[in-house]
């Protein structure tokens, strides 16, 4: 899949400087990257959420599956086997998700990288918290500590049903849901996809370039590896026909997938040291009632079956919650335990 380049190696957008060259060259491949790069900010959503959206996500996706039906008759002429149908299938359903848009600039942010169905809910009719003022909790993050988050922002939240949802989130379920059912050998061996996914947001997707390992974005991984192994059996939207088509069966409702496991703040991000000043500034400016609240995760994540080996619980890493219970997190923390 070809690659958008950005027009020139100078930003055409205002920005902090990085501190090295070396950083600056980081920045411009991964300005490349889709949205499974970046994070989100269900935290200041909450105060003034956007409106439900999944009515009309659900059309838009179902016109896309539709179309990826299509394109998979035509190249299968509907003779080839199942298997070999499926794993056109789920090529032809990534091609039409996940195929690399540009999103316009955000205020001073610059132009953000996404998967096709992403970049249409951060531009189509569907109602949204941007953070184009960088009024987000991250907006106090230096270079230093998030090279992705000083310079991007967080990508848009909206909401599915009754959860807030970044559409980082539905790049993750649509792009590296595919990574998983390849490298899970089409779901045969689910628990290799799910320790590499782990491993990744460890590094270049989330613990190194944005200071953030998110327990979301492996939910939503998770979730996409199950959608395409399941094409075209029990209960998948897709189906053979009598003549060997693949059709859309029924329609495809995020209401099947996107539940508490996708809001950062109900499964909960860790966050490397480093960023606590940053935070704590961050929750003070857009969400003071943070920690008056007292929210907390649904449940323990530490034995989810999508998180893998390896996963940075315990000393070195804090959550939001551990701000509020422990103010001074830059010299004694309340440790998270597996």
């Known amino acids: 899949m070809a690659a958008v380049r950005l027009p020139s190696l100078a930003p055409p957008w205002p920005m902090r400087a990085p501190r090295s060259l070396l950083s600056l060259a980081l920045l ?3 300005a490349d990257r889709p949205a499974h790069a970046f994070e989100s900010d269900q935290v200041t959503s909450r105060q003034d959420p956007p409106t439900d959206a999944r009515l009309v996500a659900n059309a838009h996706a179902n016109a896309l599956l539709w179309q990826a039906a299509v ?11 199942d298997a070999r149908t499926q794993e ?4 032809q359903v990534h091609r039409a998700m996940g195929g690399r848009e540009y999103v316009p600039a955000r205020g001073n942010q610059p132009p953000m990288g ?4 992403a970049a249409w809910l951060e531009t189509g009719p569907v109602d949204r918290d941007s953070h184009a003022e960088r009024d987000d909790l991250y907006a106090g993050v230096k270079v230093g500590d998030s090279l992705i988050l000083a310079a991007f922002g967080p990508s848009s939240t909206v909401a599915l049903g009754p959860w807030l949802v970044g559409t980082d989130k539905i790049d993750h379920f649509w ?17 290799r996809a799910v320790d590499w996914g782990t491993r990744t947001e460890r590094g270049i997707w989330g613990l190194r370039t944005t ?8 939910a939503a991984n998770y979730d996409g590896m199950h959608f395409y192994t399941g094409l075209l059996g029990p209960g998948s939207v897709l189906q053979r026909d009598a003549q060997g088509c693949v059709v859309l069966d029924r329609a495809f409702d995020w209401a099947e997938w996107v539940d508490w496991r996708y809001d950062e703040v109900l499964n909960p991000s860790v966050y490397k040291e480093g ?5 704590l500034d961050g929750l003070a400016e857009s969400a003071p009632w943070f920690c008056a609240e007292g929210l907390s995760p649904v449940e323990p994540v530490a034995k989810a079956p999508w998180v893998g080996r390896g996963a940075p619980f315990g000393e070195g890493y ?19 335990s597996p």
């Open 28 to 30: 411009l491949v991964l």
């Open 71 to 81: 394109r998979t008759n035509r190249l299968t002429r509907c003779a080839l086997d």
């Open 88 to 91: 056109e299938l789920a090529r």
């Open 114 to 117: 996404f998967g096709a169905y």
């Open 175 to 191: 792009i590296q849901g595919y990574d998983y059912f390849r490298r899970s050998r089409e779901g045969r061996m689910p628990s």
């Open 211 to 218: 200071g953030v390992f998110s327990y979301a974005d492996l």
């Open 275 to 279: 960023m606590a000043d940053a935070l």
């Open 318 to 336: 804090f959550d939001l919650a551990d701000l509020c219970r422990q103010p001074a997190l830059a010299s004694s923390r309340d440790r998270r």
